[in-house]
C-alpha cells in the first residue's frame, strides 16, 4: 500500500531564506509525482508535476527533484517571501490511476 | 481559460439529508477526480470518473456516490448525511488520453458542514 510523507510537518523561516520540504513515498512504482500549493480553505494550486522518467523541473523560484529508486522528492523554493506562506502537498499518482496524497507542510515565511 | 467549477462553495446540511456536488472540469478534460478533506485525515481520494465510467473508487462507504455526464461534468451525492461528513470537497479535472501522466488542476472546492 502506497503511503506518502511529508517532512516537516510545520515550517518557519525569515524572508528571504531558501527552503527545502521533503516527501517520500514507499512504492517506487509511480506514473508522476505533483507538487502542490494550498491556502486556507481553499482548494489546490499545481505548482509542477514530475514524470516517472524524469529527475526535475523548475518554474520560476520552485525546483522540483524526483529519485523513484530511492522513494523521494524534494520542493526547493529559493527566496523565500511572505507570499510563499501557504501548505504545500506532494502526490504520487500509481498503478490504477490512484492518486496518494501526503498530510502536507505549513510553510510561514516572516516578513 | 476557465479553471474547474464546483459549487455550491458553501452548504450546511442536517443530519440524515442528503447532498448533491457539482464539478465542472476545464474544457477538454475528460477525467475528474474526487477528495475529501479533514483536518485529521488530510486529504482522501473519493473516485475518479472518465468517459462516464467510475475508473477508480477510494476506500468509502457506500453513501459516497457518482456520477459523470457526457459534458464531462460531474455530480457526487452523499446520502444520510453523518456529522463526520463534514469536510471540504474538493474535485480535480486532467486532459484525457496520456492517462495518469497528467497534471490535475483542483477547483475551490465545496465546504459542507453537517449540524
Known sequence: ?111 | KAGVTQTPRYLIKTRGQQVTLSCSPISGHRSVSWYQQTPGQGLQFLFEYFSETQRNKGNFPGRFSGRQFSNSRSEMNVSTLELGDSALYLCASSLPLTGPNTEAFFGQGTRLTVV
Open chain 1, 1 to 111: 500500500k502506497q503511503e506518502v510523507t511529508q517532512i516537516p510537518a510545520a515550517l518557519s523561516v525569515p524572508e528571504g531564506e531558501n527552503l527545502v520540504l521533503n516527501c517520500s513515498f514507499t512504492d517506487s512504482a509511480i506514473y508522476n509525482l505533483q507538487w502542490f500549493r494550498q491556502d486556507p480553505g481553499k482548494g489546490l494550486t499545481s505548482l509542477l508535476l514530475i514524470q516517472s522518467s524524469q529527475r526535475e523541473q523548475t518554474s520560476g523560484r520552485l525546483n522540483a527533484s524526483l529519485d523513484k529508486s530511492s522513494g523521494r522528492s524534494t520542493l526547493y523554493i529559493a527566496a523565500s517571501q511572505p507570499g510563499d506562506s501557504a501548505t504545500y502537498l506532494c502526490a504520487v499518482v500509481t498503478g490504477g490511476f490512484k492518486t496518494i496524497f501526503g498530510a502536507g507542510t505549513r510553510l510561514f515565511v516572516k516578513a
